[in-house]
């Protein structure tokens, strides 16, 4: 009996030191998901913005019309 009451200690002991690293890890990633975050979204908005930008920017030139021939060189051509 005093041997089963020992291992259940034992295995309680082992336990919490398991859930405390547990907990020091998870704090540790959280950190460091959070810096990645930091750096992440802004890139993210700046490449969103840039896909607008193109998108305008090939609407003002035109692209994506077909071309009706018109205006073309003989070199062109």
């Given at each position: 009996m005093n041997t089963i009451k020992k291992d259940i200690d034992k295995l309680i002991k082992k336990r919490s030191v398991i859930e405390a690293k547990r907990a020091?890890?998870?704090?540790?990633?959280d950190k460091e998901l959070?810096?990645?975050d930091e750096k992440l979204v802004p890139l993210q908005k700046i490449s969103?913005?840039?896909g607008m930008l193109?998108?305008?920017?090939l609407k003002v030139l035109g692209?994506?019309?077909?071309h009706t021939g018109e205006?073309?060189?003989n070199e062109d051509q």
């Open positions: 020091e890890a998870n704090v540790k990633w959070s810096e990645i969103n913005k840039m193109q998108k305008e920017a692209a994506g019309k077909p205006n073309l060189t």
